[in-house]
């Protein structure tokens, strides 16, 4: 299941990178169409080539408003700048995934001064810190950036918007009483507009992608669909208090979120992604959720894929960006676990810690602190529960850095956090001194009681979502292209 799991998230990676790559020919990602106006063999836009054109003089009704017309006579001063003022709305659809994340939470506010710190000798606690991303957040920001990355096709058709405009006025002004639909080949990119009572659509293909965007009218909201071939898709829509996204990479690899913004300023979220083929889909569900204080997602991300886990709880503030703690519920075997986990910056009486890479008893590692030579010792639960109460593992979570050319991104390392039974939180430093002759508190006890609380008010939403999450809702979302692309 490694390997394949392996297998699919490079391909994952080979064809996300082929988005952004430039085309030999063409309008690409990273080139825009030519904007001049038509040259040479382009049709003439009165030649018929668009659409449900009709003579003005020929006793059709004059149509309503947002139907080619705005009712009445119109005088030729009237249509002066209306394409223009058409076509603007389109540019609605630029698409801000980051919107409804405090601002906290942006990657250039996650950045990391301190490189990743090697546990082989004693690194002081206070060198840790605590901006870093775990990985059911990691998540969020990995589906977020995929769609960034996709959405930016919408620049390209907005840096046609000269040649469009110019097209679109000048076929206005020819035809006064029925613009409602035009259509127009240029040398680089062929284009259409359709307006309707209620919509306004523009399709538009070019060399690497067809777009299709859709301004609604009514409520202000923007729907996108790029297709870059057949197993490359992603569709969005997009508000002030709303966002959607959905995308498929060939097959292999799909996602969803959505986010909505509520009276109050706070936001809540749902993620899925599904990896894999129909019928053995390896599958994450999320719900986010953000507020002027703390930022939590809960999903079931797990360090391996191998044991089933209820749901894995994150929290960060969302002032700072700083990581606060996690809850994690799960059951292996006839036993459930109900478990926090807390950054040891967090934790006074810890002032340094240091692994090797052996297996002592239940951890994977052997954990030293505070110079000792001697590792930590732990505590069970009971004599009929045989886990241990508390200890110090490693997690995996990531930094953001710059890389060779300035840009940010996310890079894989490990730190120490530690865990305590939820049932055996109250009684952790005496257990930890009793042990270990060391005397610990927990610095910010609640914020964890804030942590276990947001758990417990996601729990039975979160589990209804996860039983209901289906890959086929994300298919239904991005439906086919439209007819005009062929």
């Known amino acids: 299941m490694k390997k394949i799991l392996a297998l699919l998230c490079a391909l994952v990676m080979i064809f996300t990178c082929a988005a952004c790559d430039n085309s030999d020919s063409g309008a690409s990602n990273n080139e825009t169409p030519d904007t001049s106006t038509d040259q040479g063999g382009d049709k003439d836009p009165d030649s018929g080539d668009h659409g449900d054109d009709k003579d003005p003089d020929s006793g059709d009704k004059e149509p309503d408003e947002g139907q080619g017309g705005e009712g009445g006579e119109q005088k030729p001063e009237d249509l002066k700048g209306k394409a223009l003022s058409i076509v603007s709305e389109f540019w609605n659809a630029r698409l801000n995934v980051w919107l409804?994340?405090?601002?906290?939470?942006?990657?250039?506010?996650?950045?990391?001064?301190?490189?990743?710190?090697?546990?082989?000798?004693?690194?002081?606690?206070?060198?840790?810190?605590?901006?870093?991303?775990?990985?059911?957040?990691?998540?969020?920001?990995?589906?977020?950036?995929?769609?960034?990355?996709?959405?930016?096709?919408?620049?390209?058709?907005?840096?046609?918007?000269?040649?469009?405009?110019?097209?679109?006025?000048?076929?206005?002004?020819?035809?006064?009483?029925?613009?409602?639909?035009?259509?127009?080949?240029?040398?680089?990119?062929?284009?259409?507009?359709?307006?309707?009572?209620?919509?306004?659509?523009?399709?538009?293909?070019?060399?690497?992608?067809?777009?299709?965007?859709?301004?609604?009218?009514?409520?202000?909201?923007?729907?996108?669909?790029?297709?870059?071939?057949?197993?490359?898709?992603?569709?969005?829509?997009?508000?002030?208090?709303?966002?959607?996204?959905?995308?498929?990479?060939?097959?292999?690899?799909?996602?969803?979120?959505?986010?909505?913004?509520?009276?109050?300023?706070?936001?809540?979220?749902?993620?899925?992604?599904?990896?894999?083929?129909?019928?053995?889909?390896?599958?994450?569900?999320?719900?986010?959720?953000?507020?002027?204080?703390?930022?939590?997602?809960?999903?079931?991300?797990?360090?391996?894929?191998?044991?089933?886990?209820?749901?894995?709880?994150?929290?960060?503030?969302s002032k700072t960006g700083e990581y606060l703690g996690a809850e994690v519920r799960e059951t292996v075997g006839l036993f459930d676990y109900d478990t926090l986990w807390l950054p040891l910056s967090d934790i006074s009486g810890i002032t340094s810690v240091k692994k090797t890479d052996e297996q002592n008893l239940l951890n994977a590692d052997t954990i030293y602190i505070n110079g000792n030579s001697e590792p930590i010792k732990t505590k069970n639960v009971s004599i009929t529960k045989p886990s241990r109460r508390y200890d110090i593992e490693f997690k995996e979570v990531w930094l953001v850095v710059r890389d060779a050319e300035g840009n940010l991104e996310r890079q894989k390392t490990e730190i120490p956090m530690l865990f305590v039974q939820a049932e055996n939180y109250e009684t952790l430093a005496e257990d930890f001194e009793e042990k270990n002759d060391v005397t610990i508190e927990v610095l910010h006890g609640a914020t964890h009681t804030a942590v276990q609380g947001a758990y417990s008010d996601e729990a039975e939403d979160y589990k209804v979502l996860k039983a209901d999450a289906a890959v086929e809702e994300i298919n239904t979302y991005i439906g086919v292209k439209n007819s005009f692309f062929g």
Not at 112 to 140: C, M, R, W, Y
Not at 281 to 300: E, F, G, P, Q, W
Not at 305 to 317: M, P, Q, T, V, W
């Open 100 to 317: 409804f994340l405090p601002e906290a939470l942006s990657l250039k506010n996650m950045e990391s001064h301190a490189s990743p710190s090697d546990f082989s000798t004693f690194v002081q606690t206070s060198e840790i810190g605590n901006k870093f991303i775990g990985k059911q957040l990691n998540v969020v920001y990995d589906v977020l950036s995929r769609t960034e990355t996709l959405s930016k096709y919408v620049e390209n058709v907005i840096a046609a918007q000269d040649t469009i405009v110019d097209l679109y006025q000048a076929f206005i002004n020819d035809h006064p009483d029925n613009y409602a639909t035009f259509e127009k080949t240029t040398e680089h990119f062929d284009f259409k507009i359709e307006l309707t009572e209620t919509t306004n659509t523009l399709l538009i293909r070019l060399t690497t992608a067809a777009v299709e965007i859709g301004y609604q009218k009514g409520t202000g909201e923007s729907t996108v669909r790029v297709q870059l071939s057949d197993g490359n898709v992603i569709k969005y829509q997009t508000s002030q208090t709303h966002f959607k996204a959905a995308l498929d990479i060939m097959n292999v690899a799909k996602w969803q979120v959505e986010f909505d913004q509520n009276g109050d300023g706070s936001a809540d979220g749902t993620l899925y992604e599904f990896f894999g083929t129909k019928g053995h889909y390896l599958k994450t569900v999320a719900r986010i959720h953000t507020d002027s204080d703390m930022t939590y997602v809960i999903a079931d991300k797990r360090e391996s894929d191998d044991l089933k886990i209820e749901g894995y709880l994150e929290a960060y503030s």
